[in-house]
Nanobody
C-alpha cells in the first residue's frame, strides 16, 4: 500500500491550492479516503473524507466551506481543493486510506500560507 501526496507549497493568504494523493496497492474504488492535517505541537486534525463512489463527503469544521474533496477512481487519486487560505491553514496535509486493517497514511505534503 502506498499513498503519495503532492501539490503542497507556499501560497499567499486568500489563495488556493489543490492537493493530490496517488494511491496504489489496494482496490482504490472500494475504500473511503480522507485528508487530515497537522501542525507542530497539535494533534492531527480531520479535514474531509469521501466515500468510494464520491457521493458522501463530510468535512471537518476547520475547512468547511473552503475545501472540496474529490476523487478519480480511474486514476486512483483523491484531491483536496483548498480556497481562501489563511495562515491558520499552514500545516502538513496527509491523506489516509480507511482499509479493513490498519489505516494507511501518506508521508504528507507541506502547505504554507504566508505573504
Amino acid at each position: 500500500v502506498q499513498l503519495v501526496e503532492s501539490g503542497g507549497g507556499l501560497v499567499q493568504p486568500g489563495g488556493s491550492l489543490r492537493l493530490s494523493c496517488a494511491a496504489s496497492g489496494f482496490t482504490f474504488n472500494n475504500v473511503y479516503m480522507s485528508w487530515h492535517r497537522q501542525t507542530p505541537g497539535k494533534e492531527r486534525e480531520f479535514v474531509a473524507s469521501i466515500s468510494p463512489d464520491g457521493g458522501n463527503t463530510p468535512y471537518g469544521n476547520s475547512m468547511k466551506g473552503r475545501a472540496i474533496i474529490s476523487r478519480d477512481n480511474a486514476k486512483n487519486t483523491v484531491y483536496l481543493q483548498m480556497n481562501s487560505l489563511t495562515s491558520e491553514d499552514t500545516a502538513i496535509y496527509y491523506c489516509m486510506a480507511m482499509l479493513r486493517g490498519p489505516n494507511a497514511w501518506g508521508q504528507g505534503t507541506q502547505v504554507t500560507v504566508a505573504s
